[in-house]
């Protein structure tokens, strides 16, 4: 990952702006897809974002990232504070043309530094066992697994990782 790599901007956005609705819809049906081995329709999307709404993703709490490369909207991640030290990281998304270009990991570290900016000392995620890709990004980036802290339909697996000066 080169950090003078200037295509790329990671950058908050409201949650419910189109550029932002776009990438968690986006996100939502691949994610829906993978689950049921099919596409995903548009009123499951739908009803996957009422079960699990974004709404909380978003100051004074919370943050949702876009990354940009090239001016184009190519990823999003998000965090919320569980508690004033413990931050979670949902809605980690890169779209299939730039992955493997250094995204995900320019994503978590964004997200890392806004926690810390909240007081987070620690930033936890869960994730499903299917999602391999996934689970490596966050092995490499310093996450470890750990027991379950929630209860969650769709999790399989719970990272943790503390963050620089924590």
């Known amino acids: 990952m080169n950090p003078l790599d200037h295509r790329w901007d990671i950058a908050a956005a409201p949650v419910g702006d189109e550029t932002s609705v776009r990438l968690l819809r986006t996100y ?7 689950y049921y081995g099919r596409p995903a329709t548009p009123a499951e999307v739908d009803s996957a974002l009422a079960e699990d709404p974004s709404d909380d993703l978003t100051p004074p709490d ?5 990354a ?13 504070l569980l508690s004033p030290e413990i931050g979670e990281i949902k809605r980690m998304y890169v779209a299939r043309e730039v992955r493997g270009l250094g995204c995900g990991g320019r994503l978590l570290a964004a997200v890392e530094a806004h926690a810390r900016t909240l007081g987070a000392r620690r930033l936890r995620l869960d994730t499903r066992h299917d999602l391999v890709e996934a689970r490596a990004l966050y092995a490499k980036h310093g996450y470890a697994e750990i027991p379950p802290y929630a209860e969650r339909r769709y999790a399989d697996h719970w990272f943790e ?3 620089p000066g924590g």
């Not at 940009?68 to 919320?80: I, S, T």
């Open 62 to 66: 919370g943050v949702f990232l876009v």
């Open 68 to 80: 940009r490369r090239d001016g184009e909207a190519v990823g999003c991640v998000a965090m919320r």
């Open 28 to 34: 939502i049906d691949e994610m829906a897809s993978r």
């Open 161 to 163: 990782k503390i963050l």
